[in-house]
């Protein structure tokens, strides 16, 4: 059982610290909405994971090239989205007036999308979790559900740990917000034209 909890929270660590589509958009969110109205995001792996899961270990190893260039290209225009948004509250910061009404579900909704729409989930499930998993079910049960249990609880903890260490930005001046919002925005549209053009490329080769 030890060897599952090492697993599960060794690779949720690394995962949830890596740069990635998700980890820009908190950023971005923090930046506009701050750390607390940000914070219900973290849980977002709860609720995009249960059906990539599902999927992989009903098709494990089995997710072509094609699928993955269209999650990922879907990825690229959320993400061009996101940026047009934080882009657009940037022109308007002077005269923002803070939403508080269905924002935290909005987030965390939101947060569901960029990771859901993120290869990178499929590719974990595909080439470690799902493995891993079950392996562990040979094992017990016991030992599988321990490891799904350490992987989401530490990757919910870490990016709780990021958002609040994000949030630090709200004790910037006006001045300095209004820039982390630009570069949130130019963060999320150069990672949705990277997206978009890894997808254009292997269209092109292939």
């Known amino acids: ?8 929270c060794g690779f949720a660590f690394a995962a949830a610290v890596q740069p990635g589509p998700l980890q820009a958009f908190l950023l971005s969110s ?5 750390w607390k109205r ?7 792996p709860l609720l995009s994971d249960g059906p990539i899961a599902l999927f992989v270990l009903l098709l494990l ?9 269209i999650l990922q290209a879907a990825g690229g225009f959320l993400l061009l989205y996101f940026a047009w948004t934080s882009y657009r509250q940037w022109k308007r910061y002077s005269t923002i007036v803070p939403d508080n009404h269905g924002l935290m579900p909005r987030t965390l909704i939101q947060a569901s999308m960029v990771n859901i729409l993120n290869p990178n989930p499929y590719l974990g499930w595909s080439l470690v979790l799902g493995p891993a998993f079950l392996a562990a079910w040979q094992k017990s049960p016991i030992h599988a559900f321990t490891l799904i249990i350490a992987f989401y609880a530490t990757m919910v903890v870490v990016l709780a740990c990021i958002i609040f260490l994000f949030g630090t930005t709200r004790f910037l001046s006006p001045a300095g917000r209004r820039i ?4 949130s925005a130019i963060i999320l549209a ?6 978009l053009s890894v997808f254009i490329y292997r269209m092109v080769a292939t």
């Open 1 to 8: 059982m030890f060897e599952s909890i090492l697993i599960g």
């Open 30 to 34: 923090v930046s506009q909405n701050g």
């Open 38 to 44: 940000t914070l219900p995001a973290s849980f977002s």
């Open 61 to 69: 190893n089995q997710i072509s090239t094609a699928m993955y260039g």
């Open 180 to 183: 982390l919002i630009l570069v």
């Open 190 to 195: 150069a990672m949705g034209t990277y997206q």
